[in-house]
């Protein structure tokens, strides 16, 4: 019996040599060194025999839906009170801001518009150039670099 207990406990047993374990722990005539597994052996078979009546596990997952679907149409109420609450507070500021004369910088004559674009267009230019000096040594860097790779062949 040691033996079958030890490929019990490694996990090699068959079906078969398990039931005789079973029966013999269930039996009266176990060996005292072995009556501290008894109760081990004695709460598996305790654990097949349990039946349990009155458990529908359909009837839970229906009552669950049902509570969801509760909780959706809150929520859903929730969500779209808010959703009017913001499109007021959107609606009404936007009103609230065309109703303001604002003064959009605009010229009286075509003469000092055209001023004022080639002014803002040359510092555009001169901002664009300043930056493109920047870039100058990656040029000579590149040039390098395709001569040593033989990229541009």
């Given at each position: 019996?040691?033996?079958?207990?030890?490929?019990?406990?490694?996990?090699?047993t068959s079906l078969q040599e398990e039931q005789e374990l079973r029966d013999y722990f269930n039996s009266d005539q176990v060996?005292?060194?072995?009556?501290?597994?008894?109760g081990?052996?004695?709460?598996?078979?305790?654990?097949?025999?349990?039946e349990v009546d009155g458990f529908?596990?359909?009837a839970k997952v229906k009552s669950q839906q049902h509570h969801n679907k509760r909780?959706?149409?809150?929520?859903?109420?929730?969500?779209?009170?808010?959703?009017?609450?913001?499109?007021?507070?959107?609606?009404?500021s936007g009103i609230y801001d065309n109703s303001r004369d604002a003064d959009l910088g605009t010229y009286d004559s075509p003469e000092e518009a055209y001023d004022a674009?080639?002014?803002a267009l040359e510092?555009?230019?001169?901002k664009f150039n300043k930056g493109?000096?920047?870039?100058?040594?990656?040029?000579?860097l590149n040039k390098q670099t395709s001569q040593v790779f033989n990229i541009n062949q």
């Open positions: 019996m040691n033996k079958l207990l030890e490929k019990y406990w490694e996990g090699d060996a005292p060194e072995h009556l501290v597994y008894k081990l052996f004695h709460s598996y078979e305790m654990e097949s025999s349990i529908d596990a359909f909780f959706n149409r809150r929520t859903w109420t929730g969500i779209a009170v808010a959703a009017s609450v913001s499109l007021m507070v959107a609606v009404g674009t080639v002014a510092l555009v230019s001169n493109t000096r920047n870039l100058e040594p990656m040029t000579e």
